[in-house]
């Protein structure tokens, strides 16, 4: 038996072996801003990225391999093994199990020029080992077996036809088409359908075995690691990774000189109208993308964006967004146009076309254009604060030729000039480059000519980047170092609290979370859309400042702000530095305390959200959702709760004015009742003098009383909603208890819904329903409590092809059958309680939820020692435990299944 596995291995690996005969070597090529690169002798490419400030560790692994390197009847192959990948290996044959084990948040994702895989879990040596080894094996040793090909086609197959559900997304495929007549880039990385269902199983094993090599991969290391330990790690499980013999030609296939406009038209069922518009443009590395970036953003941002202002807020389209993706070989520019189904699609297109022409006829403002840099560049910075973030984002530098190419298009945004945008909008966005509807023949052809990047070490070679960003602290996020590093207390008249854990961080980031709760039942009663919109108008326009200069302002504070509400409170969350946190709360003050709500801007976002509406009417999952809502409360219509179905939201929006939600400001909105949070590098005084300054007198007009939410059973049903001409369905199942997080079998049903459906792909019902039988995409389950109210759910859901319903439900039932009647395991358990208790870790080490975390302790006057408490428990949880509050409180006969999909079609071809 050990010789014939020996041997299936051979064959399987293309005749590889790990050799032993002489050790493998690493070598240093080069550092940029904390970057560091290594390359070992069988092609591997290295990056490190210490960061001792987190407590956490990313790897990432990026194979040069997207869907432009397949060739035909491939296409989708690349994407078919990222999913493949997550199968096993003969030593790790559960990838789901182990990632699930060691708290990890993986992913894996594809596009045209990469394919990347990735987990962020706890820094410890047991878990970067673990995360090396893994990604080592499967580098070369995944199964990429037939029957989970069999079972994964199908999944895949489901996400693919979750994305025949969009109209807009099937009309950018079209549009991209036929804009590319070779290139892959014209096709969708998802793939067709039938190669998907036919693709062989050589052929796929095959283009595993040609790819999935060290010499066509990076990878990168980032946060709290220590270099040399981790060089001889990565050396120990890659190093012994033979170089591969096969040579790998670069791709070479390029676009022809698009020679004139052209047109796609796609007929579907939908509920908007939707025009899209693609150019061709230079790859990311070319010196002109910096300055088409820029022009992307003057023609889309909103509220400012020329597009956007010209079609959405003069004209008649409800929506409007555009992209450039930064890609390997010359890529292209998207727009997308929503308008409502009652007005002129050619009119909104005819103004598209004229404000594309007039911004080539004349260079923008040097406003529009620094408003344009500081927003990219202010991004840009706020990503190289987070180590873990700044390990994903290499992969699209990583895919366009070079990882240092992200700081030299930084510095190329620094270098743009108004000449240069006009000069690129001249150059490549021309009718005769445009691909959106029609053909007109011409005596004087005007084409635009795609340069190359010919010699990209040219660019690189030697490039030395800037000073590294300050590294931060290494802390430790334990529950009782949480508490004894936090600052807590109240300031001003109003009491507003505060609790503030203060760290040297990354780059001086903090994250901060603010609540301000107003109102009670008998004052907000019929009230709720008005709150809704007065919140969602929080940004649009202060005393001092216009929509358009509030945003200005927070890129200038190199801050990310949102500031919105809902019926009985609002909400504020801050990502900055520490130099700026001060001012920014005195910024959030502004916006807060004194809103203008311009009438213009509530008569767009009234146009917005009326589109948004008619869109959903017939999308499976706001069906879906909606009508759950509707069968879990009970309240009555005038009550701030109440959940409203589509119609009711229209006859809302439609009623309620621009004096109403002027009034609902005036009537609620104060400072007597404010939790703040925050977490990262802080000036501690600073912060507190500031929240003093700008809340500490903003006193409530009423008085602040928390509405329940109390209990409500809900009647066992199935529902069945018919949403035709769309190619996925959803389902959703749930069930009520009254039941709190203080009750005594709370972290029992947390425990056991987190291997029912909460975890990643190992899961039950995700194993039985995707892994096995290959019936949903997306799977999974939720478990909810509240803290305060008796008042807990658990909800399932899936998406699937509506001719699966019927295996998707019988499914589902048995595996929760199966959970009531056999139980989990002792080991089902073990594994579950690290992966909880790692992932808790996670979550306690960034600051952002952090920051939430600590603005919600306040208001349910708790400390990290609750969190630390409920650990505990779920330590101490025993089988019998687990088994029994799950066999106590699941259960699908009591529960409403709701499904909504085109199911007349699907039982209209039976015989």
Not at 129 to 149: C, G, Q, T, Y
Request: charged share 30%.
């Amino acid at each position: 038996m050990r010789i014939n596995i020996l041997a299936t291995l051979l064959l399987f690996c293309g005749g590889f072996l790990f050799a032993q005969d002489a050790a493998p070597s690493i070598k240093k090529i080069t550092t940029v801003e904390g970057i560091t690169e290594y390359q070992l002798d069988n092609g591997l490419q290295v990056l490190l990225f210490p960061d001792q400030s987190v407590p956490t560790i990313t790897v990432n692994v990026t194979y040069k391999v997207g869907s432009r390197h397949e060739a035909y009847g491939e296409t989708g192959m690349a994407h078919l093994l990222e999913h493949l990948v997550f199968k096993g290996t003969p030593d790790h044959p559960d990838i789901p199990q182990e990632l699930t084990e060691h708290g990890a948040r993986p992913n894996g994702t594809t596009w045209y020029d990469r394919t990347n895989y990735f987990e962020t879990f706890a820094a410890s040596d047991e878990n970067l080992d673990w995360a090396l080894d893994m990604e080592a094996d499967r580098m070369v040793n995944s199964f990429i077996a037939k029957e989970d090909l069999d079972s994964e086609m199908t999944v895949v197959r489901n996400e693919f036809e979750s994305g025949e559900n969009d109209p807009g997304g099937v009309l950018m495929e079209r549009v991209l088409s036929t804009a590319y007549l070779w290139h892959n880039y014209g096709k969708s990385t998802i793939g067709s359908k039938a190669d998907l269902e036919n693709v062989p199983i050589e052929r796929l094993q095959g283009f595993y075995r040609k790819y999935y090599q060290p010499d066509n991969a990076v990878l990168v290391v980032a946060g709290k690691i220590e270099e040399e330990k981790t060089l001889n790690l990565i050396k120990e499980k890659f190093g012994k990774i033979p170089r591969p013999e096969r040579k790998l030609y670069p791709t070479y296939t390029r676009e022809p000189v698009q020679d004139g406009e052209r047109f796609v038209e796609l007929r579907r069922v939908g509920d908007v109208q939707v025009m899209q518009a693609a150019y061709h443009i230079p790859a990311g590395p070319h010196a002109d993308y910096a300055a088409i970036s820029v022009l992307m953003n003057i023609l889309t941002s909103q509220p400012s964006g020329r597009l956007y202002t010209t079609l959405v807020e003069d004209g008649d389209a409800s929506l409007v967004w555009g992209f450039a993706p930064a890609l390997a070989e010359p890529s292209f520019a998207m727009f997308n146009v929503n308008v409502l189904k009652e007005n002129d699609l050619a009119s909104v297109e005819e103004a598209f076309k004229a404000t594309l022409e007039k911004v080539r006829e004349e260079a923008p403002t040097e406003e529009e254009v620094n408003r344009a840099k500081e927003r990219i560049l202010k991004n840009f910075e706020l990503g190289q604060r987070d180590a873990n973030r700044v390990g994903l984002t290499m992969s699209s530098y990583i895919a366009q030729g070079d990882w240092r190419l992200g700081f030299i298009y930084r510095d190329r945004v620094e270098q743009v000039t108004a000449e240069d945008v006009l000069r690129v909008a001249q150059e490549y966005f021309k009718p005769a480059n445009r691909t959106v509807g029609r053909f007109f023949p011409t005596e004087a052809p005007d084409r635009a000519e795609i340069p190359e990047v010919n010699n990209l070490s040219a660019l690189t070679d030697g490039y030395q980047g800037r000073e590294d960003i300050d590294a931060g602290e290494e802390f430790d996020p334990d529950y009782d170092n949480i508490d004894a590093r936090t600052v807590s207390g109240t300031v001003g008249k109003t009491k507003v609290e505060y609790s503030l854990l203060a760290k040297e961080t990354r780059g001086n980031s903090v994250n901060a979370q603010m609540s301000v709760r107003f109102g009670n039942l008998e004052a907000l009663k019929g009230r709720a859309k008005a709150g809704e919109m007065a919140g969602r108008m929080l940004m649009m326009g202060s005393e001092n400042y216009t929509r358009q200069e509030i945003q200005d302002k927070l890129d200038e504070l190199k801050a990310r702000v949102f500031v919105g509400g809902s019926v009985n409170n609002a909400y504020v969350s801050i990502e900055t530095e520490n130099k700026n946190l001060a001012a920014v709360i005195d910024f959030v003050g502004e916006i807060l305390k004194t809103p203008t709500f311009p009438e213009e801007e509530f008569n767009k976002m009234v146009k917005e959200e009326l589109a948004s509406i008619e869109e959903s009417r017939s999308d499976p999952q706001a069906i879906v959702f909606t009508e759950m809502q509707k069968r879990t409360n009970d309240f009555p219509e005038d009550h701030p709760y109440y959940p409203t179905n589509f119609d009711e939201d229209v006859e809302l929006l439609k009623s309620t004015t621009i004096d109403d939600v002027r009034a609902f400001y005036e009537d609620f909105y104060g400072g007597s009742n404010i939790t703040f949070g925050a977490s990262g590098d802080m000036d501690t005084e600073a912060v507190i003098a500031a929240l003093d300054r700008n809340f500490g007198k903003w006193k409530s007009p009423k008085e602040y009383k928390r509405i329940n939410r109390p209990y409500r059973a809900v009647k066992p049903d199935m529902v069945k909603v018919e949403t035709p001409d769309k190619a996925n369905a959803w389902f959703v199942a749930t069930q009520t208890f009254p039941l709190s997080k203080d009750h005594p079998d709370y972290a029992a049903l947390v425990m056991g819904n987190y291997m029912l459906g909460g975890g990643f792909l190992n899961s039950r019902l995700a194993t039985r329903i995707r892994q096995e039988e290959g019936l949903s995409y997306g799977v999974g389950s939720v478990f909810n409590a509240g803290s305060i109210d008796r008042n807990a759910s658990f909800m399932a859901y899936a998406i699937y092809n509506p001719e699966n319903r019927e295996a998707l439900e019988k499914a589902f039932k048995e595996e929760i059958e199966k959970v009531r009647t056999e139980g989990f395991t002792a080991e089902e358990i073990e594994a579950a309680k690290s992966g909880w208790r790692q992932s808790q870790q996670l979550n306690r080490s960034q600051d952002r939820s952090m920051a939430g975390t600590l603005s919600n302790n306040l208001f349910l006057d708790h400390t990290m020692q609750w969190s630390k408490r409920l650990e505990q428990k779920m330590m101490d949880l025993t089988p019998e435990k687990i088994n029994a509050a799950i066999k106590k409180y699941i259960d699908a006969d009591k529960m409403v299944m709701i499904r909504a999909g085109d199911f007349k079609r699907v039982e209209a071809k039976r015989p």
